[in-house]
């Protein structure tokens, strides 16, 4: 059974550090990654997505992916306190054959907390 | 662009009774996946929807179902509603089936059953 794991937190940040969120997802075949913000009580917002290994840089955000090692990573710069929020990393599985059938897993996100 | 568009906001039914969900994707999205998300078991996913065809499906009771409209608008229905039915039940449409095919998530209706 594919799965994405990442840690629940949550993790605590003072105010202009870096926050590192991790994933770990259990397929070696996954294609695309992407990285969803959530406010309480609202919905998920795609906020980065990446398909290679290495660095994937936007505005304060940056998405890692190491496809070898299974792993996938948001780091926000200078933090704010809105960015408190939970974080979810979603990884692409192949549903059906043929390259056009992609379904998106979701881990159960991260609690981040940026502290003033 | 419009977003993906959810209706209603806010339910309120009780044991028993069936409920009705719609979805509007944004412009031009054929694919449209519906989700159910409580605090304890995060996002799980329902059913996936292409071109009027469920794709993809979720390990749900068949008491969830749902189907999309020629315009790709979609609609989920739950019978014989139960207490642990009560959840933020959320939409979100992407341009079609490949990998780097980005999904955007609807505001989501918050059902809650007595």
């Known amino acids: 059974q594919k799965e994405v794991e990442q840690n629940s937190g949550p993790l605590s940040v003072p105010e202009g550090a870096i926050a590192s969120l991790n994933c770990t997802y259990s397929d070696r075949v996954s294609q695309s990654f992407f990285w969803y913000r959530q406010y309480s009580g609202k919905s998920p917002e795609l906020i980065m997505s990446?398909?290679?290994?290495g660095d994937k840089e936007d505005g304060r955000f940056t998405a890692q992916l190491n496809k070898a090692s299974q792993y996938v990573s948001l780091l926000i710069r200078d933090s704010q306190p809105s960015d408190s929020a939970t974080y979810l990393c979603a990884v692409n599985w192949e549903a059906g054959s043929g390259g056009s059938n992609y379904k998106l897993t979701f881990g159960k996100g991260t609690l981040l907390t940026v502290n003033p | 662009k419009a977003g993906v568009t959810q209706t209603p906001r806010y339910l309120i039914k009780t044991r028993g009774q069936q409920v009705t969900l719609s979805c509007s994707p944004i412009?031009?999205?054929?694919?449209v996946s519906w989700y159910q998300q409580t605090p304890g078991q995060g996002l799980q996913f329902l059913f996936e929807y292409f071109s009027e065809t469920q794709r993809n499906k979720g390990n749900f009771p068949g008491r969830f179902s749902g189907r999309q409209f020629s315009n790709s608008r979609s609609e989920m229905n739950v019978s014989t509603l139960e207490l642990g039915d009560s959840a933020l039940y959320l939409c979100?449409?992407?341009?079609?089936?490949?990998?780097?095919?980005?999904?955007?998530f609807g505001p989501g209706t918050r059902l809650t059953v007595l």
């Open positions: 990446i398909y290679s290994n």
């Open positions: 412009s031009g999205h054929r694919s």
């Open positions: 979100a449409s992407k341009t079609g089936g490949a990998s780097f095919h980005e999904q955007f």
